[in-house]
């Protein structure tokens, strides 16, 4: 696999490492996301089974959708091998090594037409908490995604600003959730970011993209009449983090066990299954 992605990550803080997954095992994931919506839709509610987290809302145009699910591949088994693929670890062990543990396992859905689906302007740090169980973030940490759809503007594809991840911490959005907020040029200028320098991260069905913990991004709507669906893993070099699932230990793949801690914070106390109000 060519390096050139590792250069591009370093000095813009993101990249794209394009036709990693090939037709038939987007066609598997994307039953997989297919599977787990329709999964979402049947319980109507935000829900918590351990880390497993369903995030359903209201959209004003489509009304009951599903936003997100956090930890799906505990109950997938498609989604929990694409966790550890080894192109995965091909792409990351260049600028992470190969003793690596999961924090983030997520999928995110932007149905046709859904106005409700933006993510504010916002910089992957802000989620670390606590900050002491994350050592060294900015060289140990990179976010990954893999494209379902085609990305593109109109259907609410990452918006990212190059370069801003030399700015360190930044405050964007002060105390309101990431998903709660839409995009906002002011929150950029008053940082002093440069507004006319972002981009669309623009992919294809099976690409990889690539984003570093303090690159500043967000996404839009999608006004398009196609689906935008993204399958995102975060790795961390394991030996500076004190949570999370192992995902690569000396290069091996991890299969997932009982649940550990990762974010949710009251997993041994109030695992679950419940609703969320």
């Known amino acids: 696999m060519r390096c050139d992605y590792v250069r591009h990550y370093h000095q813009h803080g993101f990249a794209i490492v394009r036709g990693v997954f090939r037709p038939r095992e987007v066609q598997e994931l994307a039953g997989a996301f297919d599977r787990l919506y329709e999964a979402g839709l049947r319980r109507g509610r935000s829900y918590r089974d351990h880390n497993l987290l369903f ?46 543990k999961q924090i983030i396992n997520q999928l995110h859905w932007k149905p046709p037409g859904a106005t409700n689906v933006e993510f504010g302007y916002h910089q992957d740090i802000r989620s670390r908490r606590p900050r002491s169980a994350y050592r060294s973030p900015a060289e140990s940490y990179v976010q990954t995604g893999i494209a379902i759809d085609a990305h593109y503007a109109a259907n609410g594809a990452m918006t990212v600003l190059p370069g801003s991840h030399r700015l360190g911490e930044l405050p964007l959005g002060g105390d309101r959730p990431t998903m709660e907020r839409a995009l906002d040029d002011g929150e950029l200028a008053a940082v002093g970011i440069d507004t006319t ?18 690159l500043v991004h967000g996404s839009g709507p999608n006004v398009s009449d196609g689906d935008r669906r993204f399958l995102i893993n975060g790795y961390v070099v394991a030996d500076n983090c004190d949570r999370g699932e192992w995902a690569f230990r000396d290069g091996v793949p991890c299969a997932l066990g009982e649940p550990v801690l990762v974010h949710y914070e009251d997993l041994y106390t109030r695992p679950g299954p419940f609703y969320l109000p």
């Open 55 to 100: 995030r359903v809302a209201t959209d004003p145009r489509l009304g009951t959708i599903v936003r997100m699910v956090q930890w799906p591949s505990y109950e997938n088994a498609v989604l929990a091998r694409y966790r550890v693929d080894p192109r995965m670890l091909q792409i990351l062990a260049p600028l992470v090594g190969v003793d690596l």
């Open 197 to 214: 320098r972002r981009v669309h991260l623009e992919l294809d069905p099976g690409d990889v993209a690539l984003w570093h913990l303090h």
